[in-house]
């Protein structure tokens, strides 16, 4: 696993908080165990993924790391002193929750600082662990599809472990595509006693065949008929919360875009709602009839207009 979250996801020490988003949803496509089961390599990818975007979102954690106070892992740097004054220190990281009193031996102490740095990296018990130590188990990740709807509105599922056990898990309304959602307590087991790891569940949003989202916005294109375009009229268009009435204006054009205001999405505790914005497209019928033709033959002859005129314009310039 690279020692360096950056280079596992690909980036410079200078990206912004959304580059470093983008670029952790894009290597979880490519990587995740369960989307690639003939690549070996595909696991250990993964966790080097996952552990450096645990570092890098938060940008308190990102600038420890950037300071030098944490490692790749996510576990403190020891300041350089004598290893008999490190581990006596109050503030010491690594020092054993029961402790080994001041006549431990410093090999024991040693054995246990580099047991907290890899726990990350394997399960397993408290079996192995003397000396009274205990620590947090591992998180465990998994990925998780959810349906578009599921995502917006809020829902709630169940995975399948790898041993076969069940884990309910609860959708918030407003997840987005790429997002992990944390279950505390559902990871692998501590050690020596210590509390178990936390479940990090990657959340990919599926398509859906109407909706599509953009932020908070949800965006829909409408077909409308010729005669709704050039006269107006009522019409229903769908929305995440079912269908609702708009009105098409006079003399609507293809891609053209109506608002509905807060019909988008609400995030989880929010009570405010994005828009949803509604794009026209003026569909003919299956079959132009001959009054049809013969009314815009007519029309054309006494209403000459060109609408790729600025078009052309703008190209020459």
Do not use: C
Not at 34 to 53: M, N, V
Not at 185 to 206: N, R
């Amino acid at each position: 696993m690279p020692d360096d979250p950056y280079k596992a996801l690909g980036l410079k020490k200078t990206a912004t908080t959304d580059e470093i988003k983008k670029a952790y949803r894009k290597l979880v496509r490519t990587s995740h165990p369960d989307l690639h089961p003939d690549d070996p390599a595909a696991e250990a990818r993964f966790k080097s993924i996952g552990t450096a975007y645990d570092i890098l979102k938060d940008p308190e954690t990102r600038a420890r790391y950037d300071a030098g106070e944490i490692d790749g892992l996510g576990a403190e740097r020891p300041k350089r002193e004598y290893y008999r004054d490190f581990a006596n220190a109050s503030d010491n990281v690594y020092q054993q929750r029961h402790g080994y009193g001041s006549q431990g031996d410093p090999g024991d102490i040693f054995a246990d600082i580099l047991r907290n740095r890899a726990r990350g990296a394997g399960g397993g018990g408290g079996g192995g662990f003397g000396g009274g130590f205990s620590a947090p188990g591992p998180d465990a990740r998994y990925t998780l599809e959810v349906a578009f709807l599921d995502a917006v509105r809020g829902a709630e599922t169940r995975i399948t472990l790898p041993d076969g056990q069940g884990l309910a898990v609860k959708i918030p309304q407003g997840t987005e595509d790429g997002q992990t959602l944390r279950l505390r307590g559902k990871g692998q087991p501590g050690f020596g006693g210590g509390p178990a790891g936390d479940a990090l569940i990657t959340v990919t949003v599926s398509a859906h065949p109407v909706f599509r989202r953009e932020g908070d916005d949800i965006l829909v294109t409408l077909p409308i008929t010729i005669d709704e375009a050039v006269l107006g009229g009522k019409v229903s268009a769908p929305t995440v919360d079912g269908p609702v009435g708009l009105t098409i204006p006079k003399g609507a054009s293809s891609g053209q875009t109506l608002r509905l205001r807060g019909r988008g999405v609400a995030k989880a505790g929010s009570k405010t709602k994005g828009d949803q914005r509604v794009e026209l497209k003026i569909v003919l019928p299956p079959e132009v009839d001959a009054s049809l033709s013969d009314f815009l033959a007519e029309w054309r002859k006494t209403h000459p207009y060109d609408p790729r005129v600025d078009l052309l314009k703008g190209a020459a310039t």
